[in-house]
């Protein structure tokens, strides 16, 4: 058995630290996000992953939702909904009949699929992966709310 060394261990404390962070602004509850985000007149995120499964939704997790740009400004501007179709993670059965009925209501095909709605909880905009990393990504989210605005 190999033991780990100084930096081994602190790779793998800072690894759980991030994935501890991501969880906890991560809602799973539609319905108590929808109200959120009414009340605080924010627009609700939803984030349609195979979180455990798809290379895109990793690489849009890794590169843009976990990173401290994207966090800072969803704080202030967003409600996060994690809409997770994972194949090895155990989920409530609630969440899973959850997901799959949001996946139909929004006739999601694929993923990452990313859905803005409004504080009214009608659909503003879809997207999903995008290049450029969080700055970018935030860039990207600011036009599609913007654009909903002026409709």
């Known amino acids: 058995m190999r ?3 100084g930096l081994g261990l602190l790779v793998i404390l800072l690894a759980a630290t991030s994935l501890m962070s991501q969880t906890s602004t991560w809602d799973q509850d539609y319905e108590a996000a929808l109200k959120q ?3 605080e007149g924010k627009y609700l995120l939803l984030n349609f992953s195979g979180s455990d499964w798809c290379v895109w939704c990793k690489r849009l997790d890794g ?4 990173q401290d740009a994207f966090k800072d400004w969803a704080d202030d501007n967003l409600v996060l909904l994690l809409v997770d179709s994972p194949r090895a993670k155990k989920q409530d ?3 899973v009949q959850q ?3 949001l996946m139909r209501k929004y006739a999601v095909r694929g993923f990452p699929t990313v859905l803005l709605l409004n504080p009214k909880g009608e659909l503003a905009a879809q997207t999903g992966y995008q290049y450029g990393g969080a700055e ?3 860039e990207h989210l600011q036009e599609l709310i913007a654009k909903d605005k002026k409709s």
């Open 63 to 66: 590169e843009v939702f976990s």
């Open 3 to 5: 033991k780990l060394n």
């Open 99 to 101: 997901n799959r009925a």
């Open 37 to 39: 985000a009414n009340k």
């Open 93 to 95: 059965p609630a969440v």
């Open 136 to 138: 970018k990504y935030v």
